[in-house]
């Protein structure tokens, strides 16, 4: 037995118009419930911060009277860089990083003397070149134009936003 899954001769543009209805409907409830748990999560991000932000604040202190301490002693480190706690440990590390302050004098400077492993390049295909070159009749390998009709629609964006609101207010 053949089951036709799309045959929609028999629709008729009123069919089109309950159609779009239905997902505008939907899209709404959808759009409704994700601004619902939006705001849930901005309140609950809120009562974190307020609750957390007199031990931040301590973090925040503590963590200047530690580094002071560290670096006022670094002859407690010379042998054993960190001292280990029950809590974690503490200490000196070695840390060497790379500032780039003139990308285009670097990228000069490795160029001129080969070091292609000191910049990097990416290579990707461009959409509308592309398209140039095969509307101007070249064979591109591992590229095809596609042209045709696309089904599609849209739902009015301030339905859309004003049911946001709606749960937000």
Same mark, same amino acid.
């Given at each position: 037995? *053949? %089951?036709?899954?799309?045959? !929609?001769?028999?629709? !008729?543009?009123?069919?089109?118009?309950?159609?779009?209805?239905?997902?505008?409907? &939907?899209?709404?409830?959808? @759009?409704?419930?994700?601004?619902?748990?939006?705001? &849930? /999560?901005?309140?609950?991000?809120?009562?974190?911060?307020? =609750? +957390?932000?007199?031990?931040?604040? +301590?973090?925040?202190?503590?963590?200047?009277?530690? !580094?002071?301490? /560290?670096?006022? =002693?670094?002859?407690?480190?010379?042998?054993?860089?960190?001292?280990? +706690?029950?809590?974690?440990?503490?200490?000196?590390?070695?840390? *060497?990083?790379?500032?780039?302050?003139?990308?285009?004098?670097?990228?000069?400077?490795?160029?001129?003397?080969?070091?292609?492993?000191?910049?990097? *390049? *990416?290579?990707?295909?461009?959409?509308?070149?592309?398209?140039?070159?095969?509307?101007?009749?070249?064979? @591109?390998?591992?590229? %095809?134009?596609? %042209?045709?009709?696309?089904?599609?629609?849209?739902?009015?964006? !301030?339905?859309?936003?004003?049911?946001?609101?709606?749960?937000?207010?």
């Amino acid at each position: 037995m *053949t %089951t036709h899954l799309a045959d !929609t001769r028999a629709l !008729t543009l009123t069919d089109g118009e309950k159609l779009l209805e239905r997902i505008a409907h &939907a899209q709404i409830r959808i @759009v409704q419930e994700e601004a619902k748990q939006e705001a &849930a /999560i901005a309140r609950a991000k809120s009562r974190c911060a307020a =609750n +957390t932000a007199v031990d931040r604040a +301590t973090v925040g202190s503590l963590e200047k009277q530690l !580094t002071t301490l /560290i670096l006022a =002693n670094p002859q407690w480190f010379r042998r054993l860089r960190k001292h280990q +706690t029950s809590f974690g440990s503490f200490g000196l590390e070695k840390a *060497t990083r790379i500032e780039i302050d003139d990308a285009a004098r670097v990228i000069e400077w490795a160029h001129k003397h080969g070091y292609d492993d000191c910049v990097r *390049t *990416t290579h990707r295909p461009e959409k509308p070149a592309l398209r140039a070159r095969i509307e101007a009749g070249e064979d @591109v390998p591992g590229a %095809t134009l596609l %042209t045709g009709d696309i089904a599609k629609y849209a739902i009015d964006r !301030t339905l859309l936003d004003a049911a946001a609101e709606s749960v937000a207010e």
